[in-house]
Structure formats: structure tokens, C-alpha cells
Nanobody, 128 residues
């Protein structure tokens, strides 16, 4: 079993920045063995993929709405996955979740149903 704990959410004004962190723990301490992703859910909307990183080659993928503004990175030594969010917009408001996809898959996915383990989420609020 893999446990994920997010932190770093908060309230910022439009144009501001936040960095979310996701600490992973569990049966394996090697982040390279899993695919990780960040997802978000705004009030009244479905959960959507924001960014993910594949375990096989470390390639990152981003939703069109955040390309050029968000950057996913990971620190394997600390078992932490980050999401740096710059130039935030009010439409980025929502609960942000860290998720992991089983090591049985070599690539990550921005589809929420493809992830197997989830954190509890952290709230991000961007005001205009």
C-alpha cells in the first residue's frame, strides 16, 4: 500500500504562485517505481488531471490549461513529488490531489480513473 500526503495549498491572488508537495510512503520508498500525478477538482466539477510523470522515462505531461505555468518535479531522495504553480488564475481554484498509478504500468495518465492511490487533497484558492 502507498500513502500520499499533500501540503502547500493556500489562498493567493491572481498571478501568484504556490508549490504543492506530496510525500509518499509505503511498501516501497523508490519513487521511480511509480507513476505520479496531480489532479484537481473544482466545486461542482469533475476531477481532472493537471500533470503527471511516468516512471519508465521520467517524461512529464500537462493539461493544456496549465502548460507553461505548472511544473511537476520529484525528489527521489526525499520521496516527494512537487507541483510548482505560477501565474495562477481564478480558474485554478480547487482541491488538488496527488495520486499514484501502479508500477505495473510504465506510463502515467491524466485520467483520474487510472490512478490507484490518492492523497487527501489540499485546497488552492485563487482570487481575482
Amino acid at each position: 500500500q502507498l500513502q500520499l500526503v499533500e501540503s502547500g495549498g493556500g489562498s493567493v491572488q491572481s498571478g501568484g504562485s504556490l508549490r504543492l508537495s506530496c510525500v509518499a510512503s509505503g511498501f516501497t520508498m523508490n519513487l521511480n517505481l511509480h507513476n505520479f500525478g496531480w489532479f484537481r477538482q473544482a466545486p461542482g466539477k469533475e476531477r481532472e488531471g493537471v500533470a503527471c510523470v511516468s516512471r519508465n522515462d521520467g517524461a512529464s505531461y500537462y493539461a493544456e490549461s496549465v502548460k507553461g505555468r505548472f511544473t511537476l518535479s520529484r525528489d527521489n531522495a526525499k520521496n516527494v513529488v512537487y507541483l510548482q504553480m505560477n501565474s495562477l488564475k481564478p480558474e485554478d481554484t480547487g482541491v488538488y490531489y496527488c495520486a499514484a498509478r501502479s508500477f505495473l504500468f510504465s506510463e502515467c495518465s491524466l485520467q483520474p480513473e487510472a490512478s490507484d492511490f490518492w492523497g487527501q487533497g489540499t485546497q488552492v484558492t485563487v482570487s481575482s
